[in-house]
């Protein structure tokens, strides 16, 4: 017991980070996995991936597995658990039936030697020397402490120290293979003696420009597309044109708020309240019992009070003495009033620096400050030596950067009086710490103000009339669309449409945490109404499905309004670059162009085909100065937005364009195809994630 209890206390974090290190590349966030929706296969599986069903039953074992490993290492967070659970085990089944086979087609295996090392030589896999369970005061690794832990393992009847010690190995074989499987991508995408000289003569390349541009504005309604045009269109891109399984729904909502009758009763409240508030001497209690919002014991200039109340900044900015008070005022539902209790020169921020000794190190900071104190060279060399905290990203070992009252690492408050210079010694959940203030902003007068709130809240009757007027329409509707229709018509009701709802998603246009809804959408077909539907104690739906999308090729009649805008932007353009051709057939020079068109003329200099940024322009015009000659007015070109004329002023041949620049652009490249890595295994592996019929 003693080990899970450290395994607690230990991994709260690295759980996370363990995960993260084994499936970095092939975590598919929801958004991916819907888009690969299919119709279910049998009505016990929660999903299929390269074929394989994946039963109920066996998925709530991984997620059983799974739950236990969270409960080990979450130090008692179990805040949406049930969801970070699934997708561990969801992940777990991804990595088993579409990465790991991936890898081994690519005949990529471990063998046991590797894994020795992985453990026990030179090369400890960083599932272990980064998992502070096992590295020591120093945050070495330490294979005593892996030792250990297996024996513990062994004789803990549980068994759940020997379940978390499997998840350890399976994620140390699964990063080795990963590692592996990277590199020799990584290895393959090779640039040949030819294709690297085009990309740096390309990259050298750059042209100056002048260019003018006579943009499309308002579509031109004389511009017809035809059906076939529309539909041949279509055909050519048929194979881009997919849609996870979705509906479209209309839907009504109420947000229960306070009534009249609940906002005088938080007047009444107050006024209950507030004598006592003015004569109590133990304000923060006070306060922890009857106000609506708690104590805040930072301190704030009076313009900062504007986030919380207008009237309470509009009074801090008289400056108001220590012990005064704002009497009970009204802003929106809620009641105020408020008691300065305190008033310092603060400054906004202070850059800090610490020494961390983990655990309890009180008499090794005492003899530790006198040295440190010293001088920033002392402090810096006490800080290399001995502090626990060796983060490599900052300027100086030490650095905590600048902290705010805001931004605060708890334990850490008193830095904002501390003097410029001083060591002090604090505690905090991380153990115990030399901290020094090398910079501070300029100090202003900044005031605590203890805040006494009472907000109004819907009572039992507010609830009951929302519900009667949300249980009027359901029963109207009867669950049926057409008198959904006739009754929010006749009643002027304000309905809200919903399109394309996802099977998986948690939450409903931008309510969260509306599983129930989804699921109720999910479950019931087009036409249907639903009774009333809650969320968070706070909102009523009644939600009607309009419509569905089955998973697959969009259908032309769903797209053929955007296609034939497509069209017939390309068509306008084309007509606007006929015309702009007939009007300047007499230019001879990009001035005269620009005064035919009434456009103006813009420079651009600097402009290559091929760099590691980005340049931001229409890559058609980009495209048509590959052809170009020198002092020649080119155009029309028709771009992405109107249509150009240029003329390249100045081409210039460089050499700033290295080869190391070609090999950052290559490794850019292969982080592209890391990113869509992912995507490709999912579409071909078909992976169908049918949990949102089960969680």
Request: hydrophobic share 40%.
């Amino acid at each position: 017991m003693a080990v899970l209890e450290k395994i607690r206390v230990k991994l709260g974090v690295f759980i996370t980070v363990l995960i993260a290190i084994a499936l970095l590349s092939f975590i598919i966030d929801p958004n991916t996995l819907e888009s690969t929706l299919q119709m279910f296969s049998s009505k016990y599986d929660v999903g299929k991936m390269n074929g394989e069903s994946i039963s109920y039953r066996e998925f709530e074992k991984r997620t059983n597995y799974f739950s236990e490993i969270y409960q080990m290492t979450s130090n008692g967070n179990t805040e949406d658990q049930s969801e970070v659970v699934s997708n561990m085990a969801w992940q777990d089944e991804i990595t088993r039936l579409v990465v790991l086979p991936a890898i081994e087609n690519a005949g990529i295996k471990l063998g046991k030697a590797e894994l020795t090392e992985l453990t026990q030589g030179s090369h400890i896999s960083p599932v272990l020397s980064q998992n502070p369970f096992f590295v020591d005061e120093n945050g070495n690794y330490d294979k005593s402490k892996l030792s250990q832990f297996i024996q513990a393992a062994a004789s803990d009847e549980t068994g759940k120290v020997a379940n978390f010690w499997k998840f350890t190995q399976d994620n140390i074989v699964q990063t080795a293979l990963l590692e592996k499987y990277y590199a020799l991508l990584q290895q393959s995408m090779v640039s040949t003696p030819l294709e690297l000289a085009r990309d740096m003569e390309e990259s050298n390349t750059t042209y100056n420009v002048n260019f003018t541009i006579l943009p499309m504005t308002a579509p031109d309604s004389s511009i017809v597309v035809s059906s076939d045009e529309i539909k041949a269109y279509y055909n050519a891109r048929k194979d881009k044109m997919k849609q996870p399984a979705s509906k479209d729904v209309e839907y009504v909502v109420w947000e229960v708020v306070p009534s009249v009758e609940d906002v005088n009763f938080a007047q009444g409240e107050m006024d209950k309240v507030y004598p006592e508030f003015v004569a109590t001497d133990n304000v923060k209690a006070f306060i922890q019992r009857n106000s609506s919002v708690p104590m805040n014991q930072m301190y704030f200039t009076p313009e900062q009070f504007t986030s919380l109340s207008a009237s309470l900044a509009e009074f801090m900015n008289g400056n108001p003495a220590v012990g005064s008070f704002l009497e009970p005022y009204q802003e929106g539902n809620n009641f105020y009033a408020a008691k300065v209790m305190d008033t310092q020169m603060l400054p906004d921020s202070v850059f800090v620096k610490h020494i961390l000794l983990r655990g309890e190190n009180e008499q090794k900071a005492d003899s530790l400050k006198a040295v440190a104190s010293k001088s920033a060279e002392n402090f810096l060399a006490v800080a290399a030596e001995y502090s626990d905290d060796k983060n490599p990203n900052v300027e100086e070992i030490g650095d905590l950067g600048w902290l705010t009252q805001q931004f605060m690492l708890p334990g850490f408050e008193s830095v904002m009086t501390m003097p410029v210079g001083q060591v002090e010694k604090m505690t905090s959940q991380y153990g115990t710490h030399l901290v020094k203030v090398t910079k501070k902003t300029a100090p202003s007068k900044k005031y605590q103000v203890a805040v006494l709130c009472k907000e109004a809240v819907a009572g039992k009757q507010t609830y009951a009339e929302y519900y009667a007027k949300a249980n009027e329409l359901a029963t109207a509707s009867n669950g049926k669309i057409d008198a959904f229709n006739t009754y929010v018509k006749e009643n002027n009701v304000t309905v809200y449409p919903a399109m394309n709802i996802l099977p998986a998603s948690r939450s409903f246009v931008s309510y969260e945490r509306a599983r129930e809804i989804v699921r109720w959408i999910n479950d019931n077909p087009v036409g249907s109404v639903s009774s009333i539907l809650s969320l968070d104690n706070r909102y009523y739906f009644v939600v009607a499905v309009t419509g569905e999308h089955a998973e697959g090729i969009v259908p032309l009649e769903q797209v053929a309004p955007q296609i034939k805008q497509t069209l017939s932007g390309e068509k306008q353009l084309a007509l606007m670059a006929s015309q702009c051709k007939e009007k300047t057939a007499s230019a001879s020079n990009l001035d005269e162009v620009a005064q035919i068109l009434g456009t103006s003329i813009t420079s651009r200099d600097g402009i290559a085909f091929s760099t590691l940024q980005p340049q931001q322009i229409d890559y058609k015009f980009l495209g048509a100065l590959a052809n170009a000659k020198e002092g020649e007015l080119n155009g029309p070109v028709e771009g992405q937005i109107g249509v150009y004329y240029f003329t390249v002023n100045g081409i210039d041949k460089g050499a700033f364009y290295t080869e190391d620049d070609a090999k950052t652009k290559k490794g850019q490249q292969f982080a592209y195809v890391m990113r869509a890595l992912p995507y490709i295994l999912s579409e071909q592996a078909q992976i169908e994630d049918m949990r949102y019929k089960f969680y």
